[in-house]
């Protein structure tokens, strides 16, 4: 597993126990989901931005140029 995303795996995984305890309490419960999904959904970009870069800088590493004999 990539380094950079054992941090981003890290907040999913403390966001989604926080919206487990907001499970058991009703008070707050709509404002704090959509807080809680927006968070996720922003993880979620910034992983995808991450493999993203990985992809492009391996794929500008790949050599197209042919050499004749």
């Known amino acids: 597993m990539p380094p950079e995303l054992i941090a981003v795996l890290h907040f ?3 966001l989604r126990s926080r919206l ?4 058991e309490s ?4 709509s404002t704090e989901t959509v807080i809680v999904t927006a968070l996720l959904a922003g993880l ?5 931005g991450i ?3 990985k992809v492009v800088s391996a794929a500008n590493g790949i050599s197209t140029s042919t ?3």
Do not use: M
Not at 20 to 23: E, G, I, T
Not at 44 to 48: H, P
């Open 67 to 69: 050499t004749g004999n």
């Open 44 to 48: 979620a970009l910034t992983a995808v």
């Open 51 to 53: 493999i993203v870069a």
């Open 12 to 14: 999913f995984g403390l």
């Open 20 to 23: 487990q305890a907001l499970r």
């Open 26 to 29: 009703d008070a707050g419960y």
